[in-house]
């Protein structure tokens, strides 16, 4: 049995302290989970055992032995491999299938050998993915793989090395039921060949099921360290907070006002067919199904993203507008939360303060549009404030926010904005549960104030937790229109599935 | 990930960390101050002010097509037909004067017409055929090379010109149209091009969003901003300032040569790059694409004044751009 460990490891980047004094250790052929609110610490943590950071300070030992971790190929040749939660940064997208798993053999063990020899990749990356009883073409472009499978490629480049110890930092977020439970049996089997397996996530029963021991981080430090059966979820939330969560879903109001969102036989050119619906003021309405059921497109095409709508009606507050395009949805009062934060929500490289006042800008300009700076920054700070977006300050580049806070940024600027109808895709993906409480706090107060509010997830019970009534979505189609008082979790799983 | 790595050392090395900011934020302006007192201390006219005026009339053509460039870097666009467009309107405003017998007032209104048709052609092929920026702008500044040879018949345009038919030409270029070109309103009119569209980008509405559809178009298409019509609105001012070029270029010469705007292209592409770094701004700016085009300009002149043979100054040029680039960029990502 190996042991690693991370002896007062501490990190500072402009304005935070990351990480502060950390001790934390794991141990081959067990799973570890790594959990804790969103800014704890946990991916920086991880970033520094696997190299990422040189400017940590603090000691790495394997078996007592210190190792000197200070770039990504001094952790790999220690046996430390770690696949990153943004998968498409690790890719090489136009090539193929066994020349993204034979990546770090080629860069780093071709030696002298100039040329490659083809047949020999592939039938080495057809070994690796047998190993850990993966199917897939070696010859297929990782640009047409799904991001499951784009995951299952990285951890098979990880494995095709020398790999003692496996970090996954949040593996399970985007993917659907089946391909967790599939990336489940891929972590087992790498548990048995005794490999040590470090899991990031924000789902506590996952943890529960697979992890044999848990550390929990809070504001950069080590707060707890047990063995995952000798606790229960309650007890390790409150830990992470610092406090009990209470209930996690808030009282929601049960009258409504006018309808506000009406529409009709919405069709777009791929996946959604006939798909009608109606909002009222102040009600909350679930879109229910499975991952790649549709839902992500239909709130799409509800507001006018993906441009291929070909047939449909949309009325708000009665009338009945054209959405050809976003700048029209939200013209109408549409505003839309999307799914991909970092592709479609957010301007990385822009500050929090411009990211918050981009969807209205108009209200931060004077004459000749000319923009009010202070007023932008005032209002910034009322939101930070107001959301608990946890920051330096408000001129801090979104890019160095953790995960849980960017999405907090992404809902925050449409509050800026004043819609009638809001569209929330997965909101809470990625998302640590206290967060995830303010989040639904946030939307219920929303409806309260007469928004009428469409969210969109495959996890049911928050469809059952949050919403008013529900629509579920099957390929595509409204199979069927629920209220939620009057189902339950199997009900709606049993419709996601196809059955009827 | 690397990006993280770098520059963020903590306090033993805090020292050096802070040099490198420092260079990032102010190198091409350490630059440009190190080659004004090289060229002083080698020659000390260089630093007359008779010197220094020459210098300004001669970056200012450059900086006002740069500064089109620079606007169609922010929504993440490249025009590269700006040195085309330069020479168009050119042929189009002493043509007017010339062939015509035009006014001032029209002959203006005719190149920058010309020009527009440009950047109009030029928004909707990227706009609505998607055709990747850098690749129709290259097609496009062909097209209107061969435009602008095609209207001149290829011959060289000027006042008295002998014309096909074996009389003269008769119009004349209006004297309040040659002032243009001369010293003090050829640098005010770069000065007022500079200060306008700094403001534009950094203190409006419209700046900022054309900024945000660089950062990430897709979020700022489903924030709601009217990604294409900003894009339009971007090869439109590109065109434009290229043909205010083209324009002043005509009003220092007086004449129409052949490919006229052709050579400043890629000066005006280098002074909008070099002006990324200038204080850090770290993105396209009007005023770095000014300090871009000064060191630019300083170079072409010191060296002139240290007789470095004209066939050699590229080299040198080329080289020392490499060098303000490199103490900005050395040890940043
Ligand atoms: N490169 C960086 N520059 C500045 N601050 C950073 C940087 N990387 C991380 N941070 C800060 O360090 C803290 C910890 O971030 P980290 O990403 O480790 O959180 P996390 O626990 O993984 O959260 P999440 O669950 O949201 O992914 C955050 O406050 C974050 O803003
Ligand atoms: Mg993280």
């Known amino acids: 049995m190996t042991t690693l460990e991370m002896k007062n490891v501490s990190i500072e980047f402009p304005g935070v302290k990351a990480l502060n004094g950390v001790d934390f250790s794991v141990e081959s052929g067990k799973t570890h989970a790594l959990i804790g609110a969103n800014g704890a610490g946990k991916s920086t943590l991880m970033k520094v055992l696997s190299g990422a950071y040189d400017h940590y300070t603090g000691e790495i030992l394997m078996d007592g032995q210190a190792l000197s971790i200070r770039s990504p190929k001094s952790a790999m040749d220690s046996g430390i491999q770690i696949v990153y939660q943004e998968v498409d940064t690790a890719l090489i997208p136009y090539l193929t299938v066994a020349e993204n798993i034979m990546l770090m053999d080629t860069v780093h063990n071709m030696g002298k050998k100039q040329w490659v020899n083809w047949k020999q990749m592939h039938s080495k990356a057809a070994t690796i993915l047998s190993e850990i009883n993966l199917t897939l073409n070696t010859k297929k472009l990782v640009s047409e793989l799904t991001l499951a499978e784009k995951q299952m490629v990285l951890i098979a480049r990880a494995v095709s090395k020398e790999c003692k110890f496996l970090i996954l930092d949040e593996p399970t977020a985007p993917l659907s039921h089946t391909e967790t439970n599939e990336l489940f049996r891929i972590v087992l089997e790498l548990k048995r060949r005794n490999v040590g397996i470090i899991f990031i996530s924000h789902r506590l029963p996952e943890i529960f099921k697979i992890c044999d021991e848990i550390t929990i981080m809070r504001n950069g430090e080590v707060v707890e360290r047990q063995r995952v059966s000798d606790t229960t979820q309650n007890k390790v939330v409150e830990h992470m907070l610092g406090q009990e969560l209470g209930e996690q879903f808030p009282e929601r109001s049960i009258t409504f006002g006018n309808t506000v969102l009406e529409v009709k036989g919405l069709t777009d050119r791929e996946k959604i067919k006939g798909f009608s619906m109606q909002v009222r003021a102040g009600e909350i309405v679930g879109i229910a199904g499975l991952v790649g059921a549709g839902k992500t497109e239909f709130c799409k095409a509800l507001f006018g993203a993906e441009g291929k709508l070909v047939a449909g009606e949309i009325k708000v507050n009665g009338k009945r507008v054209s959405v050809k395009n976003p700048y029209e949805a939200v013209k109408n009062g549409l505003a839309l939360v999307p799914e991909e934060r970092r592709k479609e929500g957010i301007l990385v490289n822009e500050s929090v303060e411009s990211n918050l006042s981009v969807v209205n800008l108009g209200r931060f300009s004077k004459e000749l549009s000319f923009l009010d700076r202070k007023k932008e920054k005032l209002v910034a700070k009322a939101l930070i404030n107001r959301l608990g977006i946890k920051t330096p300050s408000e001129e801090t580049k979104v890019q160095n926010l953790s995960g849980g806070n960017q999405q907090k940024v992404a809902i925050g600027k449409w509050l800026v904005a004043e819609a009638d109808v809001y569209i929330f895709d997965e909101p809470t993906k990625g998302v640590d549960v206290g967060a995830k409480k303010d989040i639904f706090n946030l939307i219920v107060e929303l409806a309260s104030r007469g928004k009428a509010i469409i969210y969109a997830s495959s996890e049911a019970s928050e469809i059952m937790g949050i919403t008013n009534r529900v629509y579920i979505l099957y390929d595509g189609k409204s199979v069927k229109e629920l209220e939620t008082n009057s189902t339950n979790e199997e009900e709606l799983l049993f419709y996601s599935t196809g059955g009827r | ?333």
């Open chain 2, 1 to 333: 990930m690397e990006a993280n790595i770098s520059a963020k050392k903590k306090t033993p090395t805090k020292m050096s960390f802070d040099l490198f900011q420092f260079l990032y934020k102010y190198g091409t302006i350490i630059t440009i101050i190190a080659l004004i007192i090289l060229f002083s201390l080698a020659n000390p006219s260089f630093i007359q002010g008779n010197n220094i005026v020459n210098i300004l009339r001669s970056i200012s053509i450059v900086t006002i097509i740069a500064i089109g460039i620079t606007i169609s870097l922010t929504v993440n666009g490249f025009d590269l037909s700006v040195g085309s467009v330069a020479s168009l309107s050119n042929a189009v405003v002493i043509s007017m004067f010339v062939w015509f017998s035009q006014n001032t007032f029209v002959a203006i209104i005719s190149a920058m017409a010309a020009a527009l048709i440009v950047g109009i052609l030029n928004s909707i092929m990227i706009v609505k055929m998607r055709i990747p920026d850098m690749l129709l702008t290259l097609a496009t500044m062909f097209i209107i090379q061969g435009t602008a040879l095609t209207y001149t018949k290829g011959a060289t345009v000027s006042q008295n010109m002998v014309m096909p038919d074996g009389k003269m030409a008769e119009g004349l270029i209006s004297p309040f149209f040659s002032k243009i070109g001369q010293v003090p309103w050829i640098i005010l009119i770069m000065v007022v091009v500079v200060v306008v569209v700094h403001i534009f980008l950094t203190y409006t509405k419209h700046g900022r969003y054309m900024y945000v559809i660089g950062g990430n178009t897709e979020a700022a298409r489903l924030s709601g901003i009217p990604v294409n019509k900003y894009k339009v609105a971007a090869y439109l001012l590109s065109a434009l300032f290229a043909a205010i070029g083209g324009i002043v270029l005509a009003s220092r010469v007086m004449t129409s040569e052949i490919n006229s705007g052709a050579p400043y292209l890629m000066d005006s592409v280098a002074a909008a790059f070099i002006g990324f770094s200038v204080l850090g701004a770290g993105k396209p700016n009007a005023f770095g694409t000014f300090v871009g085009a000064v060191l630019i300009g300083i170079l072409a002149n010191g060296l002139v004044m240290m007789s470095v043979p004209y066939f050699a100054m590229d080299i040198v040029k080329g080289t020392v751009l490499a060098f303000a680039l490199a103490i900005t960029y050395y040890k940043q990502k």
